[in-house]
């Protein structure tokens, strides 16, 4: 076997693939779900729970599709901050 080929490690399907509920990540699922109840507790409407469940779902489906981690890093980013970046000078504020 020459030396230059790569090496190749199995790995189970399972163990790489996203946890997702209805095509959908699982924690955007719950949370659309959560906010589809609290909007019909709000309203005391089902098709405002079913309208605000659908919608939020619908967002999160198409998410999933693009990228399945995309929710995951939007809210990570959420509670990191900013970097240093020695390129941006602070904005100067004026004197009158």
Not at 17 to 24: A, E, F, I, Y
């Amino acid at each position: 076997m020459p030396a230059d080929l790569p090496d190749r490690h199995h790995v189970c399907k399972t163990l790489i693939r996203p946890l997702t509920l209805l095509g959908v990540e699982r924690r955007v699922f719950f949370l659309a779900l959560l906010l589809g109840a609290a909007t019909f507790n709000l309203f005391y409407s089902l098709l405002a729970g079913l309208l605000a469940f659908a919608l939020i779902y619908g967002v999160a489906r198409v998410g999933t599709h693009v990228d399945s981690q995309i929710f995951a890093i939007a809210l990570r980013s959420l509670t990191t901050r900013a970097r240093y970046d020695a390129a941006r000078w602070p904005v100067a504020t004026r004197r009158r």
